[in-house]
C-alpha cells in the first residue's frame, strides 16, 4: 500500500511544483526581519507592507524571479566610524524577503514612505472558459 501526498495524486495533473512551492515559503518565513503586513485594500488587491527604518531608496531591490517577489535591503553604514556610541541598539544590516506570488498576480507598484515599504499587487480575474477537444480517429499500428 502506498501513501499518496497532495501534489503526487494521479487526479491532481500539473501541481508538481506545489510542494516544493510550500517548502520554500516555509523556509523563507523563518526570518523575523524585516516584520511585515499584508493586507486586502480591493476585490483583487493586496499589499505588502515592510517596516524598514532607517533605509533609504537607494539600499532597496525588488525584483520579480518567476513567480517570487524577493525585497533586499543592503543598509550603508556611512559615517559610523566617526562617530563613538554609548549604546549601539540600531544596526546596519541587510535582509531578503521572499514572497510566493499566485498565477495571475502582479506588482502594481512599490513606495517608500516615513520608514515603509508598500508593494501593491493586483490579481487578474481568471475567466471560466468551457472548450471542446476534438477526438481524433487513429487506424491500428500507427
Same mark, same amino acid.
Do not use: C, W
Given at each position: 500500500?502506498?501513501?499518496?501526498?497532495?501534489?503526487?495524486?494521479?487526479?491532481?495533473?500539473?501541481?508538481?511544483?506545489?510542494?516544493?512551492?510550500?517548502?520554500?515559503?516555509?523556509?523563507? *518565513?523563518?526570518?523575523g526581519?524585516?516584520?511585515?503586513?499584508?493586507?486586502?485594500? %480591493? =476585490?483583487?488587491?493586496?499589499?505588502?507592507?515592510? &517596516? !524598514?527604518?532607517?533605509?533609504?531608496?537607494?539600499?532597496?531591490?525588488?525584483?520579480?524571479?518567476?513567480?517570487q517577489?524577493?525585497?533586499?535591503?543592503?543598509?550603508?553604514?556611512?559615517?559610523?566610524?566617526?562617530?563613538?556610541?554609548?549604546?549601539? *541598539?540600531?544596526?546596519?544590516?541587510?535582509?531578503?524577503?521572499?514572497?510566493?506570488? %499566485? =498565477?495571475?498576480?502582479?506588482?502594481a507598484?512599490? &513606495? !517608500?514612505?516615513?520608514?515603509?515599504?508598500?508593494?501593491?499587487?493586483?490579481?487578474?480575474?481568471?475567466?471560466?472558459?468551457?472548450?471542446?477537444?476534438?477526438?481524433?480517429?487513429?487506424?491500428?499500428?500507427?
Amino acid at each position: 500500500m502506498s501513501k499518496l501526498t497532495f501534489p503526487s495524486h494521479p487526479l491532481l495533473l500539473g501541481f508538481d511544483q506545489l510542494e516544493r512551492l510550500v517548502e520554500r515559503t516555509a523556509r523563507s *518565513g523563518a526570518e523575523g526581519y524585516p516584520p511585515f503586513n499584508i493586507e486586502v485594500t %480591493g =476585490d483583487h488587491s493586496f499589499r505588502i507592507t515592510l &517596516a !524598514l527604518a532607517g533605509f533609504r531608496e537607494d539600499d532597496l531591490s525588488i525584483t520579480l524571479e518567476g513567480r517570487q517577489l524577493v525585497v533586499r535591503g543592503q543598509q550603508t553604514d556611512t559615517g559610523a566610524e566617526d562617530r563613538v556610541f554609548l549604546h549601539r *541598539g540600531i544596526a546596519a544590516r541587510q535582509f531578503q524577503r521572499v514572497f510566493a506570488l %499566485g =498565477d495571475g498576480v502582479d506588482v502594481a507598484g512599490a &513606495a !517608500l514612505s516615513d520608514g515603509l515599504l508598500h508593494i501593491d499587487l493586483k490579481r487578474h480575474e481568471h475567466e471560466d472558459t468551457i472548450q471542446t477537444i476534438r477526438i481524433e480517429r487513429k487506424e491500428r499500428g500507427n
